[in-house]
């Protein structure tokens, strides 16, 4: 079963059974040994649905669906689907040229009639092509027109994002729901079980360079143990989503590579601003000042530079403000600010206060889930310093699609989670969706600040650059002082490869898993 058996004590029986389990997990023609060696990929996310706005980045990611335009890692649009574009001079009217070559995995052509009704049915789901003022999507004989009713500067970061991938037109029901994941890139679908795993194979009707890796599978393993020991045991070729403890451990492995990458992704804490005690700014002004980062980026991530000082990190540097006041612990003045409210320690060290009602506990709950596996023990961590300063907390460990839920339900308190700010090429329109008029799943709620919607929306249409400097300080600041989310720490993607495969790098903005530029060599 590999090196991890050899591990004492209770280590090595527990590593026993969770390689076996997940050797179980993999489809039975893998376990056979097949003539052709297939690529065992491993990961935290499941496949949670079919439609591209909510699992579509799993199969972006493994080169199943592309996007009309794609984005280099300096954030600028390349060509995908579309092999160039024409802007009118009002920035109203896009022209997208597609590849002509390009073919479904059905072998039907990827016409321009097909790119406009995916990206009309994706108007309708969550994603941001619902924050696009589309006034009409035209096609022609080998282009796609797109018209605006106004400025939008970030619609090429919208058109490259997952959630607005092109699926063939046999993808869709009449209603626009998707029942079959029909793309265009270098693998094809072959099976799905959601929501822990797939088949993928290489298309005969791929248009690009034929990739060297003719087979691949994805596994979704919850557990950041588990994940980390079919890596050791090589029972999984690449494994993502390595918690920080095991992130050490395996670089010291003698048959893995393990790699990583600093992401535009942040740890952070969500709270419902509407709520009876947070929509008081010393209240959260207390939480944020009881947060430990520093140690939490060392304890916890191993990493001291991964302690946040304010929620855009350095790599985003139109964003980032250098001169905002870093974020730190101060228990003395958080309590401070507590006893000012009005909240006086109980026997217990948990505060109360005297109100209309009677007396109040200052207890909240604090949601978080698994995927990323380093959540639960931040929680924890925050858990234990809001303590000390007389905050109560219960951790709810769930799923992911809890926090949204819970959002839009209006019962959510306080949510621990990590936000990507390059999952769309411009971080604007994730802090679009965040911190608009309404706020967003995974950003503000209840919110009533109008200064960040304002400066968001004068940044959609034409301005000097000095303008554009000023509105995104303006959003940062105001996010800094008014703390509609805390930031916590800031993030890395690290994960551990094969020996034997070659070619292989990390995307920094999570958009691809770069399978068709891999290939195997020896060990």
Do not use: C
Not at 36 to 57: C, F, H, K, N, Q
């Amino acid at each position: 079963m590999g090196r991890s058996l050899f591990m004492p004590g209770r280590r090595r029986w527990l590593a026993a059974g969770l390689v076996s389990s997940g050797l179980a997990a993999w489809p039975r023609w893998l376990q056979a040994g097949p003539s052709v060696r297939a690529l065992r990929v491993v990961g935290p996310w499941e496949i949670t649905g079919l439609d591209p706005s909510r699992a579509g980045y799993l199969f972006s990611r493994h080169g199943v669906s592309e996007t009309l335009l794609d984005i280099a890692e300096d954030g600028n649009p390349t060509p995908a689907l579309a092999t160039h574009w024409e802007v009118s001079a009002d920035q109203r009217h896009w022209r997208f040229h597609l590849r002509p070559q390009a073919r479904f995995h059905d072998g039907s052509p990827v016409t321009p009639q097909a790119v406009a009704a995916a990206l009309q049915f994706a108007r309708r789901k969550p994603g941001g092509m619902g924050l696009v003022p589309l006034e009409a999507i035209d096609a022609g004989t080998d282009v796609v027109d797109v018209h605006l009713a106004a400025d939008f500067a970030a619609l090429p970061a919208v058109l490259a994002h997952s959630s607005a991938q092109i699926l063939a037109p046999a993808s869709y029901s009449t209603g626009g729901s998707v029942r079959r994941v029909i793309g265009s890139g270098p693998y094809q679908l072959t099976d799905i079980e959601p929501p822990q795993r797939f088949s993928l194979a290489r298309s005969p009707h791929w248009d690009g360079p034929r990739p060297a890796i003719a087979a691949v599978d994805y596994l979704a393993v919850g557990r950041g143990e588990s994940r980390a020991l079919l890596a050791e045991s090589g029972q999984a070729d690449i494994v993502y989503g390595l918690d920080p403890a095991s992130w050490q451990r395996l670089k010291r492995h003698a048959r893995l590579q393990v790699h990583s990458v600093p992401l535009p992704r942040t740890i952070y804490l969500k709270l419902n601003a509407g709520h009876r005690w947070l929509a008081e700014l010393p209240l959260r002004q207390a939480i944020s000042l009881a947060i430990d980062r520093a140690g939490i980026a060392h304890a916890i991530l191993r990493d001291p530079q991964a302690a946040a000082s304010q929620l855009l990190p350095p790599a985003l540097a139109q964003w980032h403000d250098a001169d905002l006041p870093a974020m730190g612990q101060d228990i003395a003045v958080a309590r401070q600010l507590l006893a000012a409210a009005g909240w006086q320690p109980a026997a217990d060290g948990i505060r109360v206060r005297q109100g209309a009602k009677g007396g109040e506990r200052l207890a909240l709950t604090l949601r978080t889930f698994p995927d990323r596996p380093e959540l639960p023990i931040i929680a924890a961590a925050v858990q234990e310093q809001l303590r000390q300063v007389g905050i109560a907390v219960e951790v709810l460990l769930g799923n992911a699609s809890d926090v949204p839920a819970a959002h839009r339900q209006g019962t959510l308190e306080l949510a621990l989670g990590a936000r990507g700010y390059g999952i769309y090429a411009d971080p604007m329109v994730t802090l679009l969706q965040d911190f608009g008029p309404e706020g967003g799943d995974w950003g503000a709620m209840n919110w009533g600040n109008q200064t960040v919607p304002a400066a968001l929306a004068a940044l959609q249409g034409p301005l000097r650059e000095r303008d554009r400097h000023a509105l995104r300080r303006t959003v940062t600041r105001t996010l800094h002082e008014e703390l509609p989310v805390i930031p916590i720490a800031w993030n890395l993607l690290a994960a551990a490869v094969h020996p034997a495969l070659r070619g292989f790098t990390l995307d920094p903005l999570e958009r691809s898993y770069r399978l068709e530029r891999l290939s195997w060599g020896e060990a």
